[in-house]
């Protein structure tokens, strides 16, 4: 007799723009067999999950259904899109007390159902609601990642294919510290093919300041786009089904996540974006880059306004955390 396998199973809460572009992401890319829509608008769900389902007949089979939180009892990893949207001219920290609170009334049931997955967050500030979805849960920190500067680095490799005219997965570029205005490019590592990006400027006679306007584009692009457009999902909905394929399939990936700092970069007491290699059971190494006097100033930097900002966040809204 053939040994049944148990379903990989994902619940997802939040179902807006980024959390019902991460499902069809998932139903696209054949990820997880199971996949429960939490929101409060329960007819939203519904809906979503019917035409979801359509899809299927083109795509893999999946079982998508309306739930809510006690049925994240034997889910394979609990999604978070859930909060406040980023608005114009608002930053992602902007959003943190609204929804740190939002937040807390999603963890603690998910919590109380007996999860004993992993969570990721995608949510903004994800930095600070991903360190805070692990104080909230009482969770091992390595089952409890952020998207981080998932969405950064990729657009960061976007931006460099197009100058170098390559596939933006030939690029080999990371963003790293908060997802948000204080994130910066590691230009003493990004490359193409082994080539720094400011060699190839070099060897081609462009001004070096081009790395300075790569980076200006990279951090503003969610900004023009959310002036254009209202709001910003393809990406970075299709970023956390990556990284939730490489988390369920035990790919052993290298992915710029936002992961606790134990003494990585002289940081502690927070989650930032950096490497991290993520499986089965969640985050399995940080990888801590060998960084430049002034991308470590940088990297500093980045850690204390996240810090500034959780901290006073943390006190005005009294949020309860188990740790």
């Known amino acids: 007799m053939a040994r049944e396998e148990k379903p990989r199973k994902v619940i997802l809460v939040g179902d807006g ?16 067999e199971e996949v429960g829509i939490v929101d409060i608008v329960k007819e939203r769900t519904e809906g979503d999950a019917i035409d979801l389902g359509d899809a299927t007949p ?7 259904y309306s739930t809510d939180y006690s049925d994240a009892k034997d889910a394979d990893m609990v999604v978070i899109t859930a909060g406040a949207p980023q608005k114009p001219g608002e930053s992602r920290l902007d959003l943190v007390n609204k929804n740190l609170k939002i937040l807390s009334s999603i963890v603690e049931p998910v919590v109380e159902s007996g999860f004993d997955g992993i969570f990721l967050v995608i949510a ?7 360190h805070a979805t692990w104080k909230m849960s009482g969770f091992p920190k390595d089952r409890v990642i952020g998207s981080g500067t998932s969405l950064d680095s990729g657009r960061l490799q976007k931006v460099i294919g197009q100058m170098e005219g390559v596939d933006p997965r030939s690029v080999n570029a990371y963003m790293l510290g908060e997802h948000g205005d204080t994130e910066f490019p590691v230009w003493s590592y990004n490359n193409v093919g082994g080539v720094k990006v400011s060699d190839w400027l070099k060897a081609h006679n462009m001004p070096e300041s081009k790395l300075e306007d790569m980076h200006q584009e990279v951090k503003n692009m969610a900004y023009d786009i959310i002036n254009k457009k209202g709001a910003t999902f393809y990406g970075i909905g299709t970023a956390a ?3 939730t394929k490489a988390i369920l399939n035990d790919e052993h990936r290298v ?7 134990d003494g990585q970069y002289g940081l502690h007491d927070l989650h930032i974006g950096t490497p991290a290699v993520v499986g089965r059971k969640g985050l399995e190494q940080i990888i801590e880059m060998p960084l430049t006097d002034k991308e470590q100033e940088l990297m500093t930097a980045s850690a204390d306004q996240l810090k500034k900002v959780m901290d006073k966040a943390f006190k005005e809204t009294g949020v309860k955390v188990r740790q």
């Open 124 to 130: 903004n500030p994800v930095d600070i609601l991903t």
């Open 58 to 64: 083109w795509t893999f089979p999946k079982h998508i």
């Open 241 to 243: 089904a990556f990284i």
């Open 17 to 32: 723009a980024v959390g019902s572009t991460y499902a069809f992401s998932l139903v696209q890319q054949g990820i997880a």
């Open 255 to 261: 992915l710029p996540l936002s992961v606790p700092m």
